[in-house]
């Protein structure tokens, strides 16, 4: 908890005179905090968190980009136990009009769309169009290389979970989930608010800026307690031996197919969330973020230098 402002007395005999002429400061100070040149600089993440945010960005990326290579080799989703391969919910592919052109096209249930370019039809890594799913430069490795992806996604989903698993071990030991990521009344109460405030591009000053609001901490929730486990055992479905062990997986997610979708929702999910997450970090100001999150150290503004600005 946060430190009531402090009040400094003033140069009166009389102490009880003096407490009634007490002004308020113009900041809150912790026992952690460095004031400097009109802002203070607090300690906004640990290093255990530090660290685990670095592997879990680069291991998100991995994973990201081989996975589409594995999607690459077959770029059609369905629902059920089986692949009903007339009725995919979605699809890429190439197609050929009548006067021999070739169109990349993306189909979502009953709507198709021309995305030559990005989707279905792209060129290659030797520079010549092909038919693939995603484009190379989205993919790892970038030509087409099934094998290698999948060694790639299945030794870095090890790598993912362990994170994921100290992440949350250590945020339950340590208060960070309770103290730092868990919704007060306050922050429920001003969830509009907030997201107007989001939109309208203006971001928290001074003390507000110490924590995080109640936007991020229902994103951040949602990613790690509902995104990252769905992305897990939907990835356990995909494979043949865990629901040999594990057949209630099969059950829980109504077939191997319905998983694959979902896996890939999830994945998609990720992606967004790093999309707004990097938005909003270049919006915010990138140095202090970046740097908050290489040394700890993240600068507020007094109210006394946001007056003047």
């Not at 994921?164 to 429920?188: E, K, P």
Request: charged share 15%.
């Amino acid at each position: 908890m946060l430190p009531r402002p402090f009040r400094t007395p003033t140069n009166n005999s009389d102490p009880k005179k003096g407490e009634r002429q007490m002004e308020p400061a113009t900041a809150t100070l912790l026992p952690s905090d460095r004031p400097a040149g009109g802002r203070v600089f607090i300690l906004r993440h640990s290093l255990a968190v530090r660290i685990l945010h670095w592997v879990n960005f680069i291991t998100l990326t991995i994973m990201l980009m081989s996975g589409l290579q594995i999607f690459n080799a077959h770029p059609a989703l369905y629902w059920g136990a089986t692949s009903h391969f007339s009725r995919p919910i979605l699809s890429m592919g190439a197609m050929e009009d009548d006067q021999g052109h070739t169109w990349g096209v993306t189909t979502v249930g009953s709507h198709t769309f021309v995305t030559t370019g990005v989707f279905g039809w792209s060129k290659g890594s030797e520079g010549t169009y092909t038919d693939r799913g995603f484009p190379t430069w989205a993919t790892l490795p970038g030509p087409r290389w099934l094998a290698m992806g999948r060694a790639w996604h299945f030794f870095f989903a090890w790598i993912l979970v362990i994170n994921g698993a100290l992440y949350v071990t250590l945020g339950i030991l340590s208060g960070h989930i309770r103290r730092d990521l868990w919704l007060t009344r306050v922050d429920w109460r001003r969830l509009g608010h907030t997201f107007i405030e989001h939109v309208r591009l203006r971001f928290p000053k001074g003390d507000e800026a110490r924590r995080y609001n109640g936007i991020q901490k229902l994103a951040y929730l949602f990613v790690i307690f509902i995104v990252a486990p769905l992305i897990v055992l939907t990835g356990l479905t995909m494979s043949p031996t865990m629901d040999a062990g594990w057949p209630w997986l099969l059950w829980l997610f109504d077939g191997r197919q319905s998983a694959r979708t979902i896996h890939f929702i999830c994945a998609m999910t990720f992606l967004g969330f790093f999309v707004v997450h990097i938005a909003m970090v270049i919006l915010s100001g990138v140095w202090n973020n970046v740097r908050s999150m290489i040394t700890g150290r993240y600068a507020i503004e007094t109210p006394a230098r946001a007056s003047h600005e």
